[in-house]
């Protein structure tokens, strides 16, 4: 059950994009199309931005968006505004059992 | 409007035992696996446990398992962590979680071991 691989920040300006990675192994990450991400700001519960890879929850700004490529996936944030600043975790399926999950070590998305 | 409201934190000394309760509510309990996650002061998420709609299927972190115990209770729309044998380390705030992608949390129960 090791964490995923996050940055532990990443920053840019107000309009820009970046893109988050979230790197596991085969077991996880690359064995199946169950990643989610989630926006975390202080003091408050997560929030789902991404399920099953790519797909956005409803009420969820079409400027998110995920994708996955081998055992690494990625969470793309266009046009950066300042409430996108936020810790974003990634958590993915394990091949341990159906209910068992992992998640990624954080990031800290700094808006400039 | 979907909602978690856990409750049964508080200060415990190590080597007690506690336990949880997640209230939820708008929405079909018994349809959805639910989860329980914790996040350490200052640290990142952590998968604590799972169980299935039915309690058919559970599963636990390395890190809880043999101390830990999750149970659901349908009729109550209620889910439980009971934690025995609380260590420091298990000190967090303790969130519920719906469905297998986590698309609602409570607010969170924070758990402090210390003596």
């Known amino acids: 059950q090791s964490a995923l691989t996050q940055p532990a920040s990443v920053s840019g300006s107000p309009g820009q994009s970046i893109t988050i990675s979230c790197t596991g192994t085969?077991?996880?990450?690359?064995?199946?199309?169950?990643v989610s991400w989630y926006q975390q700001h202080p003091g408050k519960a997560p929030k789902l931005m991404i399920y099953d890879v790519s797909n956005r929850p409803s009420g969820v700004s079409n400027r998110f968006s995920g994708s996955k490529s081998g055992n690494t996936a990625s969470l793309t944030i266009s046009g950066l505004q300042a409430e996108d600043e936020a810790d974003y975790y990634c958590s993915s399926y394990t091949s341990s059992s159906t209910l068992e999950r992992v998640f990624g070590g954080g990031t800290k998305l700094t808006v400039l | 409007e979907v909602q978690l409201v856990e409750s049964g934190g508080g200060l415990v000394q190590p080597g007690r035992s506690l336990r949880l309760s997640c209230a939820a509510s708008?929405?079909?309990?018994?349809?959805?696996?639910m989860h329980w996650v914790r996040q350490a002061p200052g640290k990142g998420l952590e998968w604590v446990s799972g169980i299935s709609w039915n309690s058919g299927s559970i599963g636990y972190a390395d890190s809880v398992k043999g101390r830990f115990t999750i149970s659901r209770d349908n009729a109550k729309n209620s889910l439980y962590l009971q934690m025995n044998s609380l260590r420091a380390e298990d000190t967090a705030l303790y969130y519920c979680?719906?469905?297998?992608?986590?698309?609602?949390w409570g607010q969170g129960t924070l758990v402090t071991v210390s003596s």
């Open positions: 708008g929405f079909t309990f018994d349809d959805y696996a």
């Open positions: 979680a719906k469905d297998d992608d986590f698309d609602y």
């Open positions: 085969s077991s996880d990450v690359g064995g199946y199309n169950y």
